[in-house]
């Protein structure tokens, strides 16, 4: 049974999740996002392009969670950004700048090993409700 002050979200226009966790949990006046990957949620794969482009489809599967929650990806007061090669950083920022034009939230990117399903990026986020 799920407690009033904790409650899962599934987002139906995000991918399905690829393992035991919620697309994101309310709780305490915040969303908490789980990670998105650039899949397409049509497909289920990951989509073509640039890391540029996995970027953007990482944020467009965020913006789905949110929008199920009630929420806005523009209220995020922090995210964190895993890469699998950090030379993308420069690439990476440009593509999340478009997202967050202006008062961007706190954030970290950090350089990984590997991501599931053999994607090069992904982005997870808090969002003030």
């Known amino acids: 049974m799920t407690s009033p002050e904790r409650q899962p979200i599934t987002a139906g226009d995000a991918p399905a999740a690829v393992g035991p966790y919620s697309h994101a949990v309310k709780s305490g006046g915040f969303l908490f996002l789980s990670g998105q990957t650039p899949l397409d949620p049509a497909t289920g794969k ?3 392009g640039d890391i540029g ?3 953007r489809q ?3 599967n965020l913006t789905a969670v949110c929008e199920a929650a ?3 990806l523009s209220n995020a007061v922090r995210c964190g950004i895993y890469v699998t090669d950090i030379s ?3 690439d990476v ?3 999340y700048a478009e997202y967050f034009p202006e008062n961007p939230p706190a ?3 950090i350089g990984v090993a590997s991501l599931p399903v053999g994607a090069q990026v992904e982005i997870d986020a808090i969002v003030a409700l």
């Open 107 to 109: 954030r970290s990117t």
């Open 46 to 48: 990951l989509v073509e």
């Open 93 to 95: 920022n440009a593509a």
């Open 88 to 90: 993308t950083f420069g």
């Open 70 to 72: 009630g929420a806005s």
């Open 58 to 60: 990482c944020l467009r």
């Open 53 to 55: 482009e996995h970027t």
